[in-house]
């Protein structure tokens, strides 16, 4: 059985920063392509970033330049460095991730979610 785990949500105030990590837990192979999703009470889920094998990075408009996604192949974690948070950053944030199973076979799995709440 393979979970997606992320941690690093918090209280920071406007201006501060926060860094999410993501990683898989259970047995796996590796981690494909990821991407950090969000989605604020009231709103969809929206793309924040994504991140693929090859470092391929992008990113919502909305974030540019203050969010930065990142990946350690060797833990297989996947992390969301937040910078300059705006009261506007306020939502539970996801992970999703594609995960090569010991089988071979590649799933799609999202995380449970972690709150970030930013204070103005």
């Known amino acids: 059985q393979v979970q997606l785990v992320e941690s690093g949500g918090g209280l920071v105030q406007a201006g501060g920063s926060l860094t999410l990590s993501c990683a898989p837990s259970g047995s796996f192979i590796s981690i494909n392509t990821v991407g950090w999703h969000r989605q604020a009470p009231g709103k969809q889920r929206e793309l924040v970033a994504t991140?693929?094998?090859?470092?391929?990075?992008d990113y919502a408009d909305s974030v540019k330049g203050r969010f930065t996604i990142s990946r350690d192949t060797a833990k297989n974690t996947v992390y969301l460095h937040m910078n300059s948070l705006k009261p506007e950053d306020t939502a539970v944030y996801y992970c999703n991730a594609d995960v090569v199973r010991i089988s071979g076979r590649t799933n799609n799995y999202w995380g449970q979610g972690t709150q970030v709440t930013v204070s103005s």
């Open positions: 991140i693929t094998n090859d470092d391929f990075r």
